[in-house]
């Protein structure tokens, strides 16, 4: 959603560097900029002016650091302000301390409330809890229905006594604000922590919906309120979030349609014009696209800086630890990487999620935007179906896979020969890489520290030969008493003199003849 705004943001970055020291004209040209960029991702005019002028304060009164140059402190402030108007730090959810906690969903209707209820309902019960959904929107046609279907993809209970509208032409019967009561009593009763209510949404904001959501407001008591907000509707996103504050006093925001490919200026006024945190964030149609709102990592996200710590957790929550291991004793045992270890650790990558959406996070992902714009997630998929279409001996010997081997193969997984050919290249250089890895070898092209020589490897660069020796211990044992002897001997001793009579040189497998110059 933010690319447009972070490639902007990167163009004008870049004049800045080179530069010993910015002049007033080089901070007003570079906030120009900085303006015209927001502005086009449709944020609110009143939070650009605010923006702006704290950037161009800060930009000419700070003095640069010493390990920074201009281009960076500019950088370094906006980064800052921008973790000001996305709300300033990570806001979580606040607790009853006695009985459930209630959360309740409020917003336009096609805001995608009844998805986002599935999506809390997954993420706290992941996190522990157990969660119950209780389904007020009773005016929408299926929207009960479509709560319930969430709910059993979560893995949690749906209260819904009344079964809603299924067509336009109905007319709702049901009582919301009697729903969202009784099925708070019956979390309390059957011991569930946490209740979200999905309520009904208007087309736009009218009396009635405020009445109706203060009502259940009120009937329920919740402890948080969630006003959820299309991200992708752009100025209008501020004059219904005000309507909402005044109407229902909602106490946190939830972006939804995160991954759109709108300006995302909603995302970026919200927060700064009401003053409410934003909670969370909805990234995908998937139950699993959701995830907490970080204000320093999204404005990371926007000047292309990454987000590694998004990364590394949802590594943590998703890969295997058995596997890990497994892999890291295989790398102990320098055992050859196979096939079946290629498509696990693929199968490792795909719980995290979009690979897609995860390379996007890797800081510098501007640069690359057209090429990750044109991947395909698909393509993994193809990867797995190539593997399954081997036998158990080609994925553990693929240099036996011929001519007529990879006609079958490709058949069999619907690809052509060309493409299982490319596959089959690309892992034969990771299956090199991982070699080196087993060896100590590191990274090619990579510096690092000491690298354990490869089997063999005394017979390339060093001409000196390398002693060998038959028995561990004994060859141990036979150098310590040559190291003593040798301690012993006085200063000037002709080669082999202090050797003992019953010393038997064949323990230092010496080349042949070599045993004359011991004297034997």
Not at 72 to 96: D, H, P, S, Y
Not at 115 to 128: C, I, N, P, R, V
Not at 365 to 384: K, T
Not at 463 to 480: E, L, W
Request: glycine share 10%.
């Amino acid at each position: 959603m933010f690319n447009s705004l972070s490639d902007r943001l990167t163009a004008t970055f870049k004049n800045l560097r080179g530069k010993g020291r910015l002049t007033e004209a080089d901070v007003d040209g570079t906030v120009r900029e900085i303006r015209r960029a927001l502005l086009d991702a449709d944020v609110a005019v009143p939070v650009v002016r605010e923006f702006t002028a704290a950037v161009k304060e800060r930009a000419l009164a700070e003095t640069v650091s010493q390990s920074l140059n201009p281009g960076q402190q500019v950088v370094k402030i906006v980064n800052e302000e921008l973790v000001t108007i996305l709300g300033g730090e990570t806001r979580r959810i606040t607790m009853a301390k006695y009985g459930p906690t209630v959360i309740m969903l409020a917003g336009l209707q096609g805001a995608g409330k009844t998805t986002l209820a599935g999506k809390l309902a997954k993420h706290f019960k992941a996190q522990g809890h157990t969660p119950l959904l209780v389904a007020c929107d009773l005016q929408r046609p299926n929207a009960v229905k479509q709560l319930q279907i969430n709910g059993e993809r979560a893995g949690v209970p749906v209260y819904a006594p009344h079964p809603g509208v299924s067509s336009e032409f109905e007319e709702a019967t049901g009582d919301p604000v009697v729903v969202a009561r009784n099925g708070v009593s019956e979390a309390r009763q059957k011991q569930f922590d946490i209740v979200i209510v999905d309520t009904a949404g208007r087309l736009g904001v009218d009396t009635e919906l405020m009445k109706q959501a203060r009502d259940i407001r009120d009937a329920i008591k919740p402890q948080e309120v969630f006003f959820v907000i299309d991200a992708m509707i752009g100025q209008d996103a501020v004059n219904t979030a005000l309507a909402f504050q005044e109407g229902v006093e909602f106490t946190g925001v939830v972006l939804s349609k995160l991954d759109g490919d709108a300006r995302g200026g909603a995302a970026l006024s919200v927060a700064s014009v009401t003053g409410k945190p934003v909670m969370f964030a909805s990234t995908g149609e998937s139950l699993d696209d959701f995830e907490v709102f970080h204000p320093d990592r999204m404005a990371s996200r926007i000047l292309d800086m990454g987000d590694i710590l998004t990364l590394i957790e949802q590594a943590e929550r998703s890969w295997d630890k058995g596997e890990a291991e497994r892999m890291a004793q295989k790398f102990v045992d320098r055992e050859d990487f196979t096939l079946d270890d290629f498509l696990a650790q693929m199968q490792q990558i795909k719980k995290m999620g979009s690979l897609k959406k995860m390379l996007a996070m890797m800081p510098g992902a501007a640069i690359s935007r057209q090429q990750l714009e044109q991947f395909d997630d698909r393509q993994m998929d193809r990867i797995e179906a190539m593997i399954r279409s081997m036998t158990p001996h080609e994925r553990v010997a693929p240099k036996i896979i011929n001519g007529s081997r990879r006609a079958r193969i490709a058949k069999g997984s619907g690809v052509s020969v060309s493409e299982l050919n490319q596959m089959l290249e690309r892992f034969g250089e990771a299956q090199k890489m991982m070699k080196k890895l087993a060896q100590g070898g590191g990274m090619p092209g990579m510096p690092g520290g000491a690298r354990r020589p490869a089997k063999g490897a005394a017979k390339g660069g060093n001409k000196k030969k390398q002693q060998k020796f038959g028995n561990p211990a004994k060859a141990a044992q036979a150098a310590q008493e040559a190291a003593n002897k040798k301690a012993q001997a006085p200063s000037g001793a002709a080669f082999g003199q202090g050797i003992p009579k019953d010393f038997d040189p064949s323990a230092l497998n010496l080349p042949k003849g070599f045993d004359k110059f011991l004297g034997k």
